[in-house]
């Protein structure tokens, strides 16, 4: 699978996780070929509110993408999590404001994709809501990103880019 395949993926996912559920759950998808056997393992609600938990939770799958990658039957691997995103003015970083603390902030969603030879991507997604109805705009490219997930493929994981 390519990366583009992977967004795509995702995008209709969460289309359909807006529509049942009202909200994209944290959720990461590992894309595999077992036994010659498209198969898909879905880890929703990896993200919890005890560290210890969450620490274990990110150690099994981090192994098991590792596992996958390494036995050559990954095909890739989709994390997907709302978020709020908050901007300034260029050269005025004095000025910004945590996105929890910020009356302007985006509601937006993470998505970044690996695929089998672990090149990713990581796109965000601004999320409107209108009417009962919610969309996602045109994604923004985000060079440079960087997720826990990295280090499945050997690569160092620096969580501030």
Known sequence: MNLD???DMAEKSAITSFKQNGEVLNILYVHAKIDNKKTVIAFPNWKVEDPDTEDRNKATIEKLVQLCYLTKTLEGV???SEAWMATVNKGCASEYVQP???PERKEI???AAYN???DSKTRSYEIKRKNGNTSLEPPMEMPGASCWI???FGKRFNPYG
Request: proline share 0%.
């Open 5 to 7: 395949e992977l967004f």
């Open 78 to 80: 989709v994390l997907m």
């Open 100 to 102: 929890r603390n910020n």
């Open 109 to 111: 969603l993470l998505v």
């Open 116 to 118: 089998k030879n672990g």
């Open 150 to 152: 990295d280090r499945a």
